[in-house]
């Protein structure tokens, strides 16, 4: 049984973006995903983020972008009606491809693309990033197709962290380019959740074991077993938020030995247990499924 929805945003094809003002929000939306891309901006509260397995807490304001299919979620801690969220959602290609290439246009290719990951800014990213964010607000029209462009552009080139290790996408697109290191990320994705071993994936591209250590963790700044873990975490993260299934059933799924082993490596990786994690999904579940949501995105 799923317990993620889908949302349906109102976003049209004659819109390049949809920018949603919310006062008085009252994060009743639960953990949702949907095709477009989300800057989310969230002030004068604290509370907690959720995107993806990544969970973190933020006092006073909060930005992200989100990318397409992500789950993504906010909540709120404080009793204040003045908590305010300013939403932006735009179609995955509100730029077509070959736009995207030109010299110009490349850091906002780049955000877009690390967007899959959970773009966070902090700091004084986020101060001038908000501001940039209110002038939006009061654009219309052409002014303000130009002024989302350019808070495209203020993010792509402003410091920014990646919060995933790996995309959680509820519909990722396949990969395409078959070159050495996404032929063995493409074969751990299809393979995790049975036993694998470091020799097996070497000699899928004709290498050694030492060889492709070394390889492998260059190109992903992991180790092997560090991404068939964060991977095997990521996947069980999905499950414990959209199924009723036993953290035991879980545990095996994932290709963990034992339960003992899945809590112990999951609380390493995500600083709780399993038991504790999916206990957010039921704090992100509206009391009714029929109820208006006011600005929790």
């Known amino acids: 049984m799923k317990h993620i929805e889908r949302e349906i945003t109102p976003i049209n094809r004659a819109q390049f973006y949809?920018?949603?003002?919310?006062?008085?929000?009252?994060?009743?939306?639960?953990?949702?995903?949907?095709?477009?891309?989300?800057?989310?901006?969230?002030?004068?509260t604290s509370g907690k983020r959720f995107i993806g397995d990544a969970i973190e807490p933020f006092k006073y304001a909060d930005l992200a972008l989100i990318g397409s299919n992500t789950l993504h979620a906010w909540t709120s801690e404080c009793n204040n009606n003045n908590a305010r969220v300013i939403t932006i959602q735009f179609a995955r290609y509100f730029l077509d491809r070959r736009t995207l290439e030109y010299d110009v246009l490349q850091p906002i290719r780049k955000l877009l693309e690390d967007s899959q990951f959970g773009v966070v800014f902090r700091n004084q990213e986020l101060t001038v990033l908000k501001q940039k964010i209110l002038r939006l607000v009061r654009l219309e029209g052409f002014d303000g197709f130009l002024g989302f462009l350019s808070l495209l552009h203020d993010m792509a080139v402003s410091s920014y962290d990646l919060i995933l290790t790996t995309p959680v996408r509820n519909n990722p697109d396949e990969v395409q380019n078959h070159s050495r290191i996404l032929e063995v990320c493409d074969y751990i994705k299809k393979n995790y959740k049975k036993k694998i071993s470091i020799g097996e994936v070497a000699d899928l591209i004709h290498m050694s074991t030492s060889a492709f250590s070394h390889f492998f963790k260059k190109r992903t700044y992991r180790s092997f077993t560090d991404y068939l873990i964060d991977m095997r975490i990521s996947n069980a993260c999905r499950l414990l938020l959209e199924t009723d299934l036993s953290i035991a059933h879980i545990s095996e799924a994932n290709g963990f030995n034992n339960v003992s082993n899945f809590n112990k490596l999951f609380k390493i990786k995500k600083g709780m247990?399993?038991?504790?994690?999916?206990?957010?999904?039921?704090?992100?579940?509206?009391?009714?499924?029929?109820?208006?949501h006011k600005g929790s995105k």
Do not use: M, W
């Open 18 to 44: 949809l920018l949603q003002n919310h006062f008085n929000a009252q994060f009743d939306y639960p953990i949702h995903y949907h095709p477009e891309y989300e800057i989310n901006l969230v002030f004068n």
């Open 273 to 292: 247990t399993p038991k504790d994690f999916r206990k957010i999904r039921l704090e992100n579940q509206p009391a009714s499924q029929g109820k208006e």
